[in-house]
């Protein structure tokens, strides 16, 4: 797979942000040449900014509802491969700005299909959706691949319409049956709660933990009871690079929709993954009965990954303790060391740990 990215274009939309920048530093390691499309980075100390990103890619600053700007960009920079992150990721934030949720969320989707179908350098492209876009009936089973779009909230919702776009999409202008007319192979990918440094986003556990303990303050977290699909960033990263990887290999096979999701055991409540923040950092206690009137979240949320286990030969990597560990070591040493080599350094234990 190394290889297979060396010297490669690949366009990251959403660079900027948590798992954008991780993406683009474990490309870059690959020797990729890697152009970033999104808007500024919100907080000075997010993962982007302190790992000096700017300085080792191409950084284009647009909007992703700018259709002509980002097909400029295609244009210019001819990519072969497009990983789509960019997106108002918050369920929170979504009930404030629904509209433009579903604008940046569904329209963006929709232009950087149309900019792929329209520059042939475009052969390869994962869009990235979540588990959220399945209609969520809160069973203690996993949601597989077939299951019905749907979501609740706008941001869920939001995604499930992605999903439905991408079908279609693939249907009408990126048809497997008519490959060898198009060239182009389009896949989605589903990750679970993607935990890790230098995420600062409002309103999601790991910053709200991390912001907490800094500022020695009690944790305040909404729907303890709430379980969630947790995973280290690396983890969805490594099914997002495998199956672009695979389909470069059968551009037919792989042009489908993915679950990337962790072990069972990585399937715990909020609180419980606070606890563990907590007694890994070594500081830092819960507000327990603190709990805000919260807006509708999913309270049971789990992936099924049968199906990218058997025929991607991808699999879970880490133990809930070992994402627990790295995430909480990154955010303890990015003052004292310099964060890009945290990064890469983390990149090459997970690698480790992998094979
Ligand atoms: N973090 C998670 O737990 C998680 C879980 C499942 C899926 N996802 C999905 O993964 C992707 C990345 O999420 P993240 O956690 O890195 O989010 P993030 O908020 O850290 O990053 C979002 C990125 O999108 C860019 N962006 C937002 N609006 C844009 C616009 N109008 N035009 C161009 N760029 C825009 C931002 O500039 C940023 O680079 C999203 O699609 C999200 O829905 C995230």
Redesign the pocket.
């Known amino acids: 797979m190394k290889d297979y990215y060396k010297d490669k274009t690949v366009l990251v ?8 920048s991780w993406l683009a530093i474990w490309l870059l390691e690959m020797g990729a040449k890697v152009v970033g ?5 919100l907080h000075d100390m997010d993962n982007f900014i302190v790992t000096g990103l700017s300085n080792r890619m191409v950084d284009i600053r ?4 700018d259709a002509e700007k980002l097909k400029d960009v295609f244009s210019k920079y001819q990519p072969e491969i497009v990983f789509h ?5 918050l369920v929170r934030l979504s009930y404030d700005i629904p509209v433009e949720t579903y604008q ?1 969320n569904v329209i ?1 989707t929709i232009n950087i299909m149309e900019a792929i179908r329209t520059t042939n350098s475009a052969k390869i492209a994962v869009l ?1 959706t ?2 959220k876009c399945y209609e969520n009936k809160e069973q203690i089973w996993g949601y597989r691949e077939n299951d019905a779009m749907g979501g609740h909230d706008p941001y869920s919702s939001s ?1 499930g319409a992605c999903e439905i776009a991408i079908n279609s999409w693939r249907k009408s202008y990126f048809n497997v049956n008519e490959y060898e007319q198009h060239g182009k192979s389009i896949a989605s990918a589903r ?4 935990i890790g440094g230098g ?1 600062w ?1 409002v309103d999601r556990l790991i910053p709200d933990c991390i912001k907490s303990i800094l500022q020695d303050l009690p944790i305040e977290i909404r729907n303890p009871q709430a379980t969630r699909p947790w995973e280290h960033v690396l983890e969805p990263l490594s099914g997002y690079l495998l199956l672009a990887y695979k389909m470069s290999q059968d551009p037919v096979k792989y042009a489908e929709g993915w679950n990337f999701g962790p072990d069972y055991d990585a399937i715990i409540t909020v609180k419980d993954l606070a606890e563990k923040i907590i007694n890994y950092y070594g500081k830092g206690k819960l507000a327990l009965g603190s709990e805000k009137a919260v807006l509708h979240e999913a309270n049971l949320l789990a992936l099924d990954v049968s199906k990218s286990r058997i025929k991607l030969g991808w699999t879970p990597t880490l133990s809930i303790e070992q994402a627990v560990e790295l995430t909480v070591d990154w955010y303890k040493n990015y003052q004292n060391q310099e964060p890009y080599d945290i990064c890469v350094e983390q990149i090459n234990k997970f690698i480790e740990t992998e094979s």
Not at 62 to 65: C, Q, T
């Open positions: 939309t959403g660079h900027t942000g948590f798992k954008g499309y999104a808007l500024d980075p647009g909007d992703i509802r992150l960019a997106a108002q990721p940046v963006g990235i979540t588990d995604k990750a679970g709660n993607v995420d986003s």
